[in-house]
Structure formats: C-alpha cells, structure tokens
C-alpha cells in the first residue's frame, strides 16, 4: 500500500489543522494505522494510533486532549485532527501501517508515505 499524507501548513500558535493520510493501490481498511511526527534533528516520533476497524485509538501524552485520530473506510483515508497547536509542534507529520495496535515503536509501522510539513508560530 502506498501512503500520501496532506493537510500541513503554516499557522499560529493555538490554530487547528486537519491532516490527511490517503491511500492507494490497496484498502486501508484491514490495518491499524498511526501517525508520527519528525523534527529537524529529532527522531521520528509516536503522535496517535488507531485500530483497523476505527474503534479503539491510543495517544502521545505530547497530543492528549490537542488531536484526534480517526478513519473513513469508504474515503479509505485517516485523519489526524489537531487543535490547540503548540511551536513544539512543528514537525514533518507521517501515516504509516501496523500489524501491532498499540505500538509506538517506529519499527512495528511500515509503508511510509511522503510527510507533510506542519509549522506552528509562536
């Protein structure tokens, strides 16, 4: 399956953006699926998780209460809604597979997709 995250830009500091994670050549809906974050200089890093059927989502303390992960199987797309954004937040934002819901380890996701890239001004 090959992934293409959009939706990033520039904002302030305490705007909102919608992230979307599209897929092709394959359904997404038999996977779990997660979003992670890079900073420059920074390791890529866990943001939100979400099971294959969208029932069940677990978080990065860093977006507790600020994003919300989701899906629509019919779009066969995922959503990373994130509200409140902090500076802290820049990043450049991937979707990527897992067999491992509940995972947070870089290693359990696969089929990277390009990232979008998030800047939030203080």
């Known amino acids: 399956v090959q992934l293409q995250a959009c939706g990033g830009g520039s904002v302030q500091a305490g705007d909102f953006l919608r992230l979307s994670c599209a897929a092709s050549?394959?359904?997404?809906?038999?996977?779990?699926m997660g979003w992670f974050r890079q900073a420059p200089g920074k390791e890529r890093e866990f943001v939100a998780g979400?099971?294959?059927?969208?029932?069940?989502?677990y978080y990065a303390d860093s977006g507790k209460g600020r994003f919300t992960i989701s899906r629509d199987k019919a779009k066969n797309t995922v959503y990373l809604q994130m509200n409140s954004l902090k500076p802290e937040d820049t990043a450049v934002y991937y979707c990527?597979?897992?067999?491992?819901?509940?995972?947070?380890?870089?290693?359990?996701?696969?089929?990277w997709g390009q990232g979008t890239q998030v800047t939030v001004s203080s």
């Open positions: 990527a597979t897992t067999g491992s819901y509940g995972s947070r380890w870089t290693s359990d996701f696969g089929s």
């Open positions: 050549g394959r359904t997404l809906s038999t996977y779990n």
């Open positions: 979400i099971s294959w059927s969208g029932g069940r989502t």
